[in-house]
Structure formats: structure tokens, C-alpha cells
């Protein structure tokens, strides 16, 4: 954040063709030292369970005396840093592109608006409060909204970044009053604490017990979290306009939408709907369910029918949206989520950590497949239509196999990251038993089971969609030789995502090993 704040301040004191974009990556790369270097101390301090644990007694033995104990803002555990170490690669997976593109009056705004949506983002994995977790989603929603004025100086852009400020507007005073009514009910904006008293139906200002009429504020509470964070997340009713503002903007625009604002999305509805479940969950379940089966299948069914690239992107990040809420709805459930697979062990991983994983190969797929398509790009035309990529093999061989790696992975194919997130998830789902007064049968949930076979019906669907763009690269003749004006810091972004993406893909115990 004091960077962006140092290149807002070098954007106002001088107008000259400096590097932003490596001072861009530079600072990334200080942010990365300095998380190794108070690495020891976040493993040395308490993990999140632990605080969780101990709010919880603290809440139960505090409430009897009409005290509360003293909140946490933010929460520094392993998982958050594994989380900041992931946003800033993803950071240097937007940046690089931009390397390679003609500096503009409003680069130094460009990158340093950059920087304040990673801010955001890494702010959001840390948050442990209400109003830290709202204040960050709106930093990144505005810097957001600023990238996709200055990134382009015509009126079609202007007019999207517009589109995306109203509907902004809207979706957080719709999240705003759903976090109201979640302080209205627990008298505390620490998550926590909520959690903690939703769960002992006590509130930490109110040593009584919270009656029946007042657990019933929890139920329009998740109603509009889930509403406030749709169009972050883009999941389906939310979806509509997306893949139309995907065509307008660049390439590069799409891909930072299709990224920053998901992955903050989605980990704030960890946060939150993790919190209010607590004393309600059967709702959260019935809300996620719904949500990820129309979501996933929509976004399929609406891709299959296009022709153009950006809207193909588009409706398909609807669809793995619908993925990553299966793995939500699955961790709601504490039961299910048994000795997890995170060691090498053979137990079953939770749902939110199965999740986590799709959303990162989602993610890192996503950037890649975006990079590559800024490399295509010819002078005053972007890639727009599949036949557009024909016979990319041999054309641009190094292109053409790193889109192919981006793809497979989307399309759940092994060896990839995406096939192992999509096992996760399947295995979380089916491990949801059902429950009656509290207590678990060993009998599997009828509505994850159904889940799961609609999710499989879907990866059919996913593989459809993805198969055409691969069939045009690798089995079709090409059209026109292209003549790629998108640089090789494009290429070169696509290159170090696909590295990724194998290393991933061969060794996912690894990376799941990071969310203990």
C-alpha cells in the first residue's frame, strides 16, 4: 500500500516514461521479503483454531460476567500467508503482461491502483472483522473501478468501469445491511466472537440467551451476504452483463476481472458464511447448494453457445464459481470434515480447504490462459473468436502449448490442478453425512450426492466447451500467420504459469500440505 501510495504521488509530480511496471514487480517482490521475514514469528504465533478456541471459551466465561474479551482485527496464521504469498504471485501474473505494453500518462495510476486491489486481497485473508473485511473489499472494488477507467481512454471502457461502479454500489449497501444485522444480533464485529456466540446462543454483551425470534435475524443476514458478494463473485444471478463487459474491456482488464475480485469474493463468503453458520446452518447448506448447482450449470450451458473468447472466459468463471460454492457448502458442515488429506493421510479433506485449492488452479489457469491471449494480440485488434487461435501450434508452438496446459487444467483433466480440485471437492461432498438433533448417521446427504452427480454432468460440459478452443489450436489449419504485438513479458507470464500449473498438477500434496 505504500507503494501504490509512492507511484500515486510519482504520477503527480512527474508525467515521464519511467518503468513503472518493473518498480510494479519490484515492490512485490520487497512485499514477498518481508513476509519471509516475519515468517517465523507468524508460525511461532497462534493459529487461527487456536484463537478460535480460545474466543470461544473466553466468550462463554465472559458472557456470565457481562464482559467481552478484547477482538482481533486481523489474524496472521499459516493459511493467511500462504494466502499473501498467492496474491502477490498473482500480482506478478498481472503485472508482467504489462511490462511489454506502451507506456501512457496513467501508467503509474495504472499499477499503483494495482497494488491497492492486491492490498485488498491480501487484507481480506487476514481479516477477522466485520468492518476490516468490508473496508477491504471496497478498496479493492474501487481500485478496481479506477483500472478500468485509466486502463483505456475510450468511452466504451469508461462506460463499463460506470456499469461496474453502480453495480458496486448496490452490492455492498446490500452486504453493509447484511453485516449490520449479524451486529444487531451479537452486539460484536469480530468473527470470532460471532461465530462463538451464534454457536452458545449467547452474546458477549448480553449474558442472557438469545431467544428463538432472534436467531431468526441470522437467516435474512446470510440471504444478503450471499447477495452483497454475488457480483463479486459473479455466480448466477450476478452473472448477467459480465460476459458483455469481458468483450468491451481489454484483454488484460478481463483477466483482472476474471481473478482479483473472485478470489476476494469468494474467501470473504468463507469468512463470513463460516461465522453465520454456526446457528443456522441447514440454511447456509440449502442456500449453497442451490446456488452452486444453478451457477455451475448456467455458466456451461451459456458458454456452449458462444463463438467469442472473452465471452467463453467469462461464463465459464461463472461455472467454476459454482465449484469452489460446492466446496463452501461442504465445509459447512464440521462433521464432514474429518481427519482431512492435507498430510498425505487417507482421510477426507474439508470442503473450504477443497474449495481453496479449486479456487487457486482456477486462478493460476486463468491468469495464464489471459497472459496468453495479450501475447496474441495484433496491433489495434485483440483475439476475438475461436478461429482466431487456429492452428496456433504452428504458428507460435511455446503460445500453443501453454495454452494447452491452461486448458486441460480448467477442464479437469489429469494431471492438472484443476482435475485434483475437482476430486476434492467430489470427495467432500460425498463425505457430508446427514445429521438429525446435531448428531451424524452414517448415511451420505441425498442433496451433496445430487451435487456431486450434477457437478459430473457438468465437467462433461466444461470439457465440451474448453475441447472446441483446443481442436482449433492443435488440429486445425491456420488462418492468416499471426504477428503477435502483445510482448514477451505476455509470453513469458504465460510460460511461468504453466511451470506452475504442472508442478502443481505432478505434486498437489505439497501445496495441500500448506493448509494445516
Known amino acids: 500500500m505504500s507503494a501504490a501510495m509512492l507511484f500515486f504521488l510519482g504520477a503527480f509530480v512527474t508525467r515521464k516514461n519511467w518503468p513503472w511496471g518493473p518498480l510494479c514487480l519490484l515492490a512485490l517482490g520487497i512485499s514477498a521479503g518481508v513476509l519471509l521475514f516475519s515468517a517465523d514469528a507468524v508460525v511461532e504465533g497462534p493459529s487461527r483454531s487456536s484463537v478460535e478456541s480460545t474466543v470461544e471459551d473466553a466468550t462463554s466465561q465472559d458472557s456470565s460476567q457481562g464482559k467481552s474479551p478484547?477482538?482481533?482485527?486481523?489474524?496472521?496464521?499459516?493459511?493467511?500467508?500462504?494466502?499473501?504469498?498467492?496474491?502477490?504471485?498473482?500480482?506478478?501474473?498481472?503485472?508482467?503482461?504489462?511490462?511489454?505494453?506502451?507506456?501512457?500518462?496513467?501508467?503509474?495510476?495504472?499499477?499503483?491502483?494495482?497494488?491497492?486491489?492486491?492490498?485488498?486481497?491480501?487484507?481480506?485473508?487476514?481479516?477477522?472483522?466485520?468492518?476490516?473485511?468490508?473496508?477491504?473489499?471496497?478498496?479493492?472494488?474501487?481500485?478496481?473501478?479506477?483500472?478500468?477507467?485509466?486502463?483505456?481512454?475510450?468511452?466504451?471502457?469508461?462506460?463499463?468501469?460506470?456499469?461496474?461502479?453502480?453495480?458496486?454500489?448496490?452490492?455492498?449497501?446490500?452486504?453493509?445491511?447484511?453485516?449490520?444485522?449479524?451486529?444487531?444480533?451479537?452486539?460484536?464485529?469480530?468473527?470470532?466472537?460471532?461465530?462463538?456466540?451464534?454457536?452458545?446462543?449467547?452474546?458477549?454483551?448480553?449474558?442472557?440467551?438469545?431467544?428463538?425470534?432472534?436467531?431468526?435475524?441470522?437467516?435474512?443476514?446470510?440471504?444478503?451476504?450471499?447477495?452483497?458478494?454475488?457480483?463479486?463473485?459473479?455466480?448466477?444471478?450476478?452473472?448477467?452483463?459480465?460476459?458483455?463487459?469481458?468483450?468491451?474491456?481489454?484483454?488484460?482488464?478481463?483477466?483482472?476481472?476474471?481473478?482479483?475480485?473472485?478470489?476476494a469474493g469468494f474467501v470473504a463468503l468463507v469468512h463470513l458464511i463460516t461465522a453465520v453458520?454456526?446457528?443456522?446452518?441447514?440454511?447456509?447448506?440449502?442456500?449453497?447448494?442451490?446456488?452452486?448447482?444453478?451457477?455451475?450449470?448456467?455458466?456451461?450451458?451459456?458458454?456452449?453457445?458462444?463463438?467469442?473468447?472473452?465471452?467463453?472466459?467469462?461464463?465459464?468463471?461463472?461455472?467454476?464459481?459454482?465449484?469452489?460454492?460446492?466446496?463452501?457448502?461442504?465445509?459447512?458442515?464440521?462433521s464432514a470434515d474429518?481427519?482431512?488429506?492435507?498430510?498425505?493421510?487417507?482421510?477426507?479433506?474439508?470442503?473450504?480447504?477443497?474449495?481453496?485449492?479449486?479456487?487457486?488452479?482456477?486462478?493460476?489457469?486463468?491468469?495464464?490462459?489471459?497472459?496468453?491471449?495479450?501475447?496474441?494480440?495484433?496491433?489495434?485488434?485483440?483475439v476475438e473468436y475461436i478461429d482466431d487461435l487456429r492452428g496456433l501450434c504452428r504458428t507460435e508452438p511455446v503460445a500453443a502449448v501453454c495454452a494447452l496446459v491452461f486448458l486441460l487444467s480448467l477442464s479437469s483433466i489429469p494431471p492438472f490442478p484443476g482435475f485434483w480440485g475437482v476430486v476434492l471437492l467430489l470427495l467432500s461432498s460425498l463425505a457430508v453425512p446427514v445429521t438429525v438433533d446435531g448428531l451424524p448417521l452414517p448415511l451420505h446427504h441425498t442433496g451433496f450426492v445430487l451435487l456431486a452427480f450434477i457437478a459430473v454432468l457438468n465437467l462433461l460440459l466444461t470439457v465440451a466447451v474448453y475441447l472446441r478452443i483446443v481442436i482449433a489450436m492443435m488440429l486445425q489449419d491456420p488462418i492468416s500467420l499471426p504477428r503477435p504485438c502483445g510482448g514477451r513479458p505476455a509470453l513469458a507470464t504465460a510460460v511461468l504459469a504453466a511451470v506452475l500449473a504442472l508442478g502443481v498438477g505432478l505434486f498437489p500434496g505439497a501445496v495441500l500440505g500448506l493448509f494445516k
Open 70 to 263: 478484547r477482538p482481533l482485527s486481523l489474524i496472521c496464521d499459516g493459511i493467511s500467508e500462504v494466502f499473501a504469498f498467492a496474491t502477490l504471485g498473482l500480482g506478478v501474473l498481472l503485472t508482467l503482461p504489462l511490462c511489454g505494453v506502451r507506456q501512457t500518462d496513467a501508467s503509474a495510476e495504472l499499477f499503483a491502483c494495482l497494488l491497492l486491489a492486491l492490498a485488498g486481497l491480501m487484507l481480506v485473508g487476514m481479516a477477522n472483522d466485520l468492518v476490516v473485511l468490508f473496508l477491504s473489499l471496497e478498496l479493492i472494488a474501487l481500485s478496481t473501478y479506477m483500472l478500468l477507467y485509466v486502463h483505456r481512454s475510450d468511452d466504451v471502457s469508461h462506460q463499463v468501469a460506470t456499469k461496474h461502479l453502480l453495480l458496486g454500489i448496490f452490492s455492498s449497501a446490500l452486504l453493509a445491511y447484511g453485516l449490520s444485522l449479524l451486529y444487531g444480533l451479537t452486539g460484536t464485529t469480530n468473527l470470532l466472537e460471532i461465530r462463538a456466540a451464534l454457536a452458545s446462543g449467547r452474546s458477549p454483551l448480553e449474558p442472557g440467551l438469545m431467544s428463538g425470534e432472534e436467531f431468526r435475524i441470522a437467516l435474512p443476514a446470510l440471504v444478503f451476504i450471499f447477495a452483497g458478494l454475488g457480483s463479486r463473485t459473479q455466480v448466477v444471478p450476478y452473472h448477467f452483463g459480465v460476459s458483455e463487459s469481458f468483450q468491451k474491456i481489454s484483454t488484460w482488464a478481463a483477466g483482472l476481472l476474471a481473478t482479483i475480485p473472485k478470489a
Open 277 to 334: 453458520s454456526s446457528g443456522a446452518v441447514a440454511t447456509a447448506q440449502l442456500l449453497s447448494l442451490v446456488l452452486a448447482a444453478v451457477t455451475m450449470t448456467v455458466g456451461n450451458v451459456m458458454a456452449l453457445s458462444q463463438t467469442r473468447i472473452r465471452r467463453i472466459l467469462a461464463y465459464t468463471a461463472t461455472a467454476h464459481g459454482g465449484f469452489v460454492l460446492m466446496g463452501i457448502a461442504a465445509g459447512l458442515q464440521r
Open 338 to 382: 474429518v481427519e482431512p488429506m492435507l498430510s498425505g493421510s487417507s482421510g477426507i479433506p474439508g470442503g473450504i480447504e477443497a474449495g481453496l485449492f479449486y479456487l487457486g488452479s482456477y486462478l493460476l489457469s486463468a491468469a495464464g490462459l489471459f497472459a496468453v491471449l495479450i501475447y496474441l494480440c495484433k496491433t489495434n485488434r485483440q
